[in-house]
Each structure stands twice: as structure tokens, then as C-alpha cells.
């Protein structure tokens, strides 16, 4: 029902950035994005929030990223760009976009995108 584009991760050394990109899309009246986002999960971590963006325009960080992370969305077109600053070895993660459809109730995940931090 939703499709993504996630582009962006790769290898990066420590004290690095980048900008993952991603692009949703659907068919139907039921595709009405209520909250896009980026979340992330460690090898033996739990999947968690990095940051995300309400319709409306709201954004939602995670606490301990959110000196480093900045999401900015493109409602148009159904894209959002996370800026990462200072990257850590501790965030070397799969990172997954998200999208939620309030109107079916459901959350989408993208294939995900592997951002690996070098020392």
C-alpha cells in the first residue's frame, strides 16, 4: 500500500555527517500521511525514534539525538531529510523511514538503510 525510497546511509567516520533522504508513496484516499519519520534499530537494540514530523508541521526528537539530528519534510511530496551532525560509533544503526496513515490506523516501514560510524 506504501511504497519507499530511502536513500542517504552509508559509511561514515566518526565526527561525520549525513542526510538521509525519503520519499513515500501510495494509491487511494486512504493515503493521508499523519506523521513520517525516521527511526533506527542497533544490532540487540530495540527499534527507537530519531526523529519524526506531524502533519501540521510539528517535529519530534528523540532526547538524545536532537543536538545532532534535524528532520525537515516536503508535505507535497511526501519526503522527509534527516540532517545528522557529529556522528558516533554508537550510531552505526539500520535506519528506517515510517510513515503512519491515521485514516487506516496503520504504520509503514521502509526496507531500511544501513548507516555504519568508523572510528
Known amino acids: 500500500q506504501v511504497q519507499f525510497v530511502e536513500s542517504g546511509g552509508g559509511r561514515v567516520q566518526s565526527g561525520g555527517s549525513l542526510t538521509l533522504s525519503c520519499a513515500a508513496s501510495g494509491t487511494g484516499s486512504m493515503f493521508r500521511i499523519y506523521e513520517m519519520g525516521w527511526y533506527r534499530q542497533a544490532p540487540g537494540m530495540e527499534r527507537e525514534l530519531v526523529a519524526r514530523?506531524?502533519?501540521?508541521?510539528?517535529?519530534d526528537y528523540n532526547d538524545s539525538l536532537k543536538d545532532r539530528v534535524t528532520i525537515s519534510g516536503d508535505n507535497a511530496k511526501n519526503m522527509v531529510y534527516l540532517q545528522m551532525n557529529s556522528l558516533k560509533l554508537s550510531d552505526t544503526a539500520v535506519y528506517y523511514c515510517?510513515?503512519?496513515?491515521?485514516?487506516?490506523?496503520?504504520?509503514?516501514w521502509g526496507q531500511g538503510t544501513q548507516v555504519t560510524v568508523s572510528s
Open positions: 515510517s510513515v503512519y496513515l491515521d485514516s487506516i490506523g496503520k504504520r509503514f
Open positions: 514530523v506531524w502533519r501540521g508541521g510539528v517535529t
